[in-house]
């Protein structure tokens, strides 16, 4: 334990001391959420509007959403529901076997959907559908952020919860004789490699774990931006983030012979591009994958990370919470056994 403590004090010390991982992990997040809060001024604070909802006439359901107060309720016949939902006059179709029909996806679209699935749930359960508050789980947050927009400030969030991958390959750097001269000495010595690089992820984790707790105080308190109404699971989110930025800065880190600077730079663009799939650079592409190619959507951990943290803030949905932590922890163990593999009986025949 005390070799653990001092490797760990040894290694926090060894982070500080890089200018470029403290702007990078620390100062870099700051500006950009800054620059993101700028450039969508006014977008992100939008009111839920009244949502539009088609249904035929005689529809059992008619007596249950004319009870909500956000919902108006649009008499439409065959022939028109095609050209409703093209034209937005509605918002999305709910015929009477419950089934739901929309063009797009988006907010409104979402709360439709969980409230016909709330209707469905009440029926199988044979309880009366008049005893639900619909409006508690949309409208209690009057001023929530429902616009789209949100998603770019999740997404940003899920990219920085995984910049620990450039501690992690550092971590494995310093113990690969052939890339560091620490590495060469601690070949010739006694010391345990394994010690060395817990300590590493250790750092790497309570390090990214700070710098996003001071991106959240910076954007809560000085940008003025709220983005958190569930604080267990947004939490539970952010550490398996972290702990897969570091588990994948590990395996990168292990995996290969190129330079510590070319390995930093396959990270970098391995989170760039999975920010890029999960919304970051606009909403526009979630919406692409989630129409397309949904099955990214499932698999991308930052996707999985913004999605959830989209859905239980926002949605007060915390149903693929649990899916999402679990394929994130499968992850990190393959991530983490793989780079064992890598690392196991690594010999050199020269220094």
Request: charged fraction near 20%; proline fraction near 2%; glycine fraction near 6%.
């Amino acid at each position: 334990m005390r070799s653990l403590i001092r490797n760990c004090i040894y290694q926090g010390k060894n982070m500080f001391r890089d200018f470029g991982y403290i702007f990078w992990s620390l100062l870099y997040p700051l500006i950009l959420i800054s620059f993101f809060n700028i450039a969508f001024s006014g977008m992100i604070n939008m009111k839920l509007e009244n949502i539009d909802v088609g249904i035929r006439e005689g529809n059992p359901i008619e007596y249950t959403l004319d009870e909500i107060e956000f919902i108006n309720i649009h008499k439409t016949n065959d022939e028109e529901i095609t050209e409703k939902l093209d034209n937005e006059q509605i918002h999305g179709f709910i015929d009477e076997n419950l089934n739901l029909a929309v063009k797009k996806s988006g907010i409104n679209q979402t709360i439709i959907k969980e409230i016909v699935e709330q209707i469905k749930q009440m029926q199988k359960l044979n309880r009366p559908i008049e005893n639900y508050d619909f409006e508690a789980n949309y409208i209690v947050d009057r001023n929530q952020k429902a616009n789209s927009t949100a998603v770019v400030f999740y997404s940003l969030i899920a990219m920085v919860s995984t910049y620990g991958i450039s501690a992690g390959i550092v971590t494995v750097s310093l113990i690969q004789a052939n890339l560091s001269n620490i590495g060469a000495r601690i070949s010739i010595t006694p010391l345990k490699k394994q010690n060395f690089l817990l300590a590493g992820i250790i750092v790497a984790l309570l390090l990214n774990l700070t710098a996003n707790i001071g991106l959240l105080l910076f954007s809560k308190y000085v940008l003025k931006i709220e983005l958190f109404n569930e604080i267990k699971y947004s939490a539970l989110l952010i550490i398996m983030g972290n702990l897969f930025g570091v588990s994948l800065g590990v395996f990168i880190g292990a995996s290969n012979k190129k330079s510590i600077d070319e390995k930093i730079l396959i990270g970098v663009a391995s989170t760039l591009f999975l920010s890029f799939l999960s919304g970051m650079m606009g909403p526009w592409m979630k919406v692409v994958i989630d129409e397309h190619v949904p099955i990214l959507a499932k698999i991308n951990p930052i996707s999985i990370i913004s999605n959830n943290l989209y859905r239980i803030n926002l949605l007060q949905s915390t149903k693929t919470v649990g899916e999402g932590i679990l394929i994130l922890c499968i992850y990190c163990l393959a991530l983490i056994f793989m780079s064992y593999i890598f690392l196991r009986r690594k010999s050199y025949d020269s220094i």
